[in-house]
């Protein structure tokens, strides 16, 4: 976690250290497959290459996706107005500052680094979240920042990306063309199920327990965990009202978003990248209760 304010969560650093230790050891063990039984070597630096400038460029890359612009003080004074008092108070640098013309109700943040990051908001929270309320949002973005799970999390999105190509371009790199027949790229492609399968389960763990220390990091900060909850609960209760169309567009990041953009009925929503609202409102409720905040 980078030198803030934000209070420490150990559960949050041990969590993040095996999900990162286990991903490497998923990355080292499907790549050494990869290169024993096919001719793909080529097409592995070139997924390398792109996970490496997913993670480089991941603030640039997940804005454009949004399609939000960056805003200065002069375009959003409240805005940043309300940024720049929670970086002072965490003591943390200042993200760039996004908004994202849709009217789903949500935030997001991304970034290598805190002195390399970003927080977007739409245009659809800030028509129905009152001041307070943004504030506890923001509160949560930043802690994500600087818990640097954003980072861990970009990382382990990649190995969809390395997945997709295999099953997509595996053929043409080699893997139908190998000397000792079509066995080693089966081979090959069962161990990418298998290996994606087991880093959707620790990302997926990790994704939902980030999301309760970043409610209650930014809680502790602002002292006001009422307000967060306020602002989960409208966020989830519009969110339903979102056209389906507008929900699937936005849901690659799914994963940093403060609520998942899926309505209540989807299927995607039972193996949500997000713990349930009622957990998270008695989270927030047992920080009320230690700072003696009535919710």
């Not at 805003?71 to 908004?99: G, S, W």
């Not at 966020?235 to 936005?250: A, T, W």
Request: charged share 15%.
């Amino acid at each position: 976690m980078a030198r803030t304010r934000f209070r420490s969560d150990r559960g949050l650093s041990l969590r993040m250290g095996g999900v990162g230790l286990g991903l490497g050891l998923l990355y080292v063990a499907f790549g050494a497959v990869l290169i024993y039984n096919t001719n793909m070597v080529f097409g592995l630096v070139i997924v390398i290459g792109m996970a490496w400038g997913q993670w480089y460029f991941s603030d640039s890359l997940a804005l454009k996706s949004m399609r939000a612009k960056v805003v200065t003080p002069e375009q959003a004074p409240e805005l940043h107005a309300m940024i720049d008092r929670l970086c002072v108070l965490a003591d943390m640098p200042k993200p760039t500052v996004a908004v994202a013309q849709t009217d789903m109700p949500n935030a997001f943040a991304t970034g290598r680094t805190p002195k390399h990051s970003a927080v977007c908001v739409t245009t659809g929270i800030m028509q129905r979240l009152t001041a307070d309320e943004l504030e506890g949002v923001l509160a949560h973005e930043l802690a994500h920042v600087a818990n640097r799970d954003v980072s861990v999390m970009t990382v382990a999105s990649t190995l969809g990306l390395l997945a997709g190509f295999i099953t997509r371009w595996g053929l043409f790199f080699g893997g139908g063309r190998n000397n000792r027949g079509a066995l080693p790229f089966i081979i090959v492609l069962l161990v990418s199920v298998v290996v994606y399968f087991l880093s959707f389960l620790l990302t997926r763990a990790l994704s939902r327990y980030r999301e309760l220390s970043a409610d209650r990091s930014g809680a502790y900060l602002t002292g006001r965990p009422s307000q967060l909850a306020s602002a989960l609960t409208k966020i989830s209760g519009d969110m339903s009202r979102i056209p389906n169309q507008d929900l699937r567009d936005k849901q690659a990041l799914n994963a940093f978003f403060i609520a998942p953009a899926l309505s209540r009925e989807s299927m995607g929503a039972l193996m949500s990248t997000h713990p349930p609202l009622e957990q998270r409102l008695q989270n927030l409720a047992k920080v009320g209760a230690e700072l003696s905040e009535p919710m």
